[in-house]
T-cell receptor
Framework: AQTVTQSQPEMSVQEAETVTLSCTYD???????LFWYKQPPSRQMILVIR??????QNATENRFSVNFQKAAKSFSLKISDSQLGDTAMYFC????????????FGEGTQLTVNP | EPEVTQTPSHQVTQMGQEVILRCVPI?????FYWYRQILGQKVEFLVS????????KSEIFDDQFSVERPDGSNFTLKIRSTKLEDSAMYFC???????????FGPGTRLLVL
């Protein structure tokens, strides 16, 4: 069975600083995607970034980047130049092993950006 | 930019009543999903749907739940006889292909009294 683990229930960072959220997972697949979703207080689920496991290069999307270590099954999210609007719950997610299958989510990390 | 839409945004119902939650997936997407999130907890998968049939369902998706694509655009989740523990945010999502990015709607907040 696939698992996704986020070991940091809460984190805080000062505005303009950098923060890293950790995620580890387990899967028997060799080719797969990994996702980070953001859930602000409105509770909408917003895609932040995705990583394709067969690509060695870490994904980057503006201030958001990942540190993907396939052998260690680690997928951390780095937020640079944190902004107040980054305050949200962040979920790491992994698709299932069958076609059209579920996303398995981690428990989430509540990030607070302080002014 | 195309997006997934959901109606209603909020629904309050009495225990035992039937509710239908509606979703309009992104138009060229082929895979559709329902998830739920009980307040303070993580997002849980309910069901996935492809080619007019369920492709996968979780243990949560029991006989009181059903899904339907009644026309070319809507995708619905029906809860036949609601229970207090069905109170949650329900998210619809769609993806272009299996394993591709799932895009989520804004959710329907269901409260069962």
């Amino acid at each position: 069975a696939q698992t996704v683990t986020q070991s940091q229930p809460e984190m805080s960072v000062q505005e303009a600083e950098t923060v890293t959220l950790s995620c580890t997972y387990d899967t028997s697949e060799n080719n797969y995607y990994l996702f980070w979703y953001k859930q602000p207080p409105s509770r909408q689920m917003i895609l932040v970034i995705r990583q394709e496991a067969y690509k060695q290069q870490n994904a980057t999307e503006n201030r958001f980047s990942v540190n993907f270590q396939k052998a260690a099954k680690s997928f951390s999210l780095k937020i640079s130049d944190s902004q107040l609007g980054d305050t949200a719950m962040y979920f790491c997610a992994l698709p299932g092993e069958t076609s059209g299958s579920r996303l398995t989510f981690g428990e989430g990390t509540q990030l607070t950006v302080n002014p | 930019e195309p997006e997934v839409t959901q109606t209603p945004s909020h629904q309050v119902t009495q225990m035992g009543q039937e509710v239908i939650l509606r979703c309009v997936p992104i138009s060229n997407h082929l895979y559709f999903y329902w998830y739920r999130q009980i307040l303070g907890q993580k997002v849980e998968f309910l069901v996935s749907f492809y080619n007019n049939e369920i492709s996968e369902k979780s243990e949560i998706f029991d006989d009181q739940f059903s899904v339907e694509r009644p026309d070319g655009s809507n995708f619905t989740l029906k809860i036949r006889s609601t229970k207090l523990e069905d109170s949650a945010m329900y998210f619809c999502a769609s993806s272009e292909d299996s394993q591709e990015t799932q895009y989520f709607g804004p959710g329907t907040r269901l409260l069962v009294l």
